[in-house]
């Protein structure tokens, strides 16, 4: 719970600040931000060699650290409003972020009884939620009342992450997993729609991430102010009805809470290729946040069809599949951009489309062994 907390302390100030710092402060357009965000997407896509960290360091420990690297990236981003100096501390803050979160989804699902998993879930999310929202009303009151510059509020962000990483080192015992993780890459055939949907859900955030934020600071004249106030309002649907969509995908499973999200997504991301209002633009982009708490969706799938011993190098691997298309995507879509920006999300649409076709072929019951409907390639 404290990881939850200490995790969006750091990159919800620095996602609510970027926008509108690379625009004021680096002279940044769509390219330089593709690129930024392909280079931040670099960690994520090496989140594999997690497993060989692990040979040396144990998984708590990592996490911990990882989260120290994502607040040094945080508090050292205002420091250099300049194109290089910004794609250095956002891989420095990605490698950080990156780990943690490969790092918590494999504790999670090492930790969690299957049938309370989605549950849990759900209520970490909402405390992140709660987090965030805390972090976005101090944004805001710093920015509207204290006109505070943006690199006191980045240190800010990222020494509380950092100092909250400090607390857990000190104050807690090693937790130790029921079953001993293998410390090698584990790629099964058997986990196929686990990585194909894994891989489409890295594309399809991306677009969400990347543009529709930047499309309300470009297009609609949105201030950081502005923004903060969107993200408050995202966070305060995320407290208030993530534990709820966790408890919802416990009951009606997996397929189901899938095939809605990602109909739901089709809808979303047509909707913002041709949206020219900017009350209506933010309305998409809360609806659009609000799904993924659906994703939970996808982990505990993987958690009743995995071996328990894959979690900790499957989580790794996973977070690598995630990314192949993360990376390409923000530098490719940021040179569409620029000549329109309708295809940019016509293609969030498309992946969602993809997304939904995947999701029909997974069991209303998934077990091992019984990891699809169609297309079973057998347990190795």
């Not at 600040?17 to 625009?23: A, C, G, R, S, T």
């Not at 409003?81 to 780990?99: A, D, K, N, R």
């Not at 534990?243 to 109909?263: M, N, T, V």
């Not at 909707?271 to 993924?292: N, P, Q, R, S, T």
Request: include cysteine; proline fraction near 3%.
């Amino acid at each position: 719970m404290l990881m939850s907390v200490a995790m969006p302390v750091a990159f919800s100030t620095w996602l609510a600040l970027l926008n509108n710092f690379v625009v004021e402060q680096a002279s940044f357009t769509g390219v330089e931000l593709g690129f930024l965000q392909s280079l931040r997407e670099v960690p994520g896509f090496l989140a594999f060699t997690m497993v060989f960290v692990l040979i040396f360091v144990r998984e708590q420990t990592f996490a911990v650290l990882s989260l120290v690297l994502l607040g040094l990236g945080v508090a050292s981003t205002g420091f250099f409003p300049s194109e290089l100096g910004l794609y250095i501390t956002t891989v420095l803050m990605s490698v950080g972020f990156h780990y943690f979160e490969a790092a918590k989804q494999s504790l999670s699902l090492q930790w969690l009884e299957k049938d309370r998993a989605p549950q849990i879930l759900g209520q970490l999310i909402s405390i992140g939620a709660i987090a965030s929202l805390g972090v976005y009303l101090t944004l805001w009151l710093l920015l509207e009342i204290v006109g505070l510059a943006y690199q006191w509020i980045f240190l800010l962000g990222g020494g509380l992450c950092v100092c909250l990483a400090i607390v857990m080192w000190l104050g807690f015992p090693h937790f130790e997993s029921p079953v001993a993780q293998r410390q090698k890459l584990i790629l099964r055939k058997r986990y196929w729609l686990y990585y194909a949907l894994t891989f489409f859900s890295g594309a399809r955030r991306q677009i969400f991430m990347v543009f529709a934020g930047f499309m309300m600071v470009e297009k609609f004249g949105y201030s950081a102010s502005d923004i903060v106030l969107l993200f408050l309002v995202n966070y305060v649907f995320n407290w208030i009805f993530a534990e709820k969509i966790g408890r919802l995908i416990g009951r009606i499973g997996e397929r189901r809470a899938l095939i809605i999200e990602y109909l739901g997504l089709i809808v979303v991301f047509s909707a913002y290729a041709f949206v020219e209002d900017a009350k209506l633009a933010a309305g998409l982009y809360i609806v659009d946040h609000m799904f993924f708490a659906m994703a939970i969706a996808i982990s505990t799938y993987f958690q009743k069809i995995a071996d328990p011993a894959d979690l900790a190098s499957s989580a790794g691997v996973s977070f690598t599949i995630n990314h192949i298309a993360a990376v390409i995507v923000p530098a490719v879509l940021g040179l569409i951009w620029i000549h329109s920006q309708a295809i940019v999300f016509f293609t969030g649409t498309a992946f969602a489309v993809a997304s939904l076709l995947l999701a029909l072929n997974m069991p209303l019951r998934p077990s091992d062994g019984n990891e699809v409907t169609l297309l079973r390639f057998g347990s190795s």
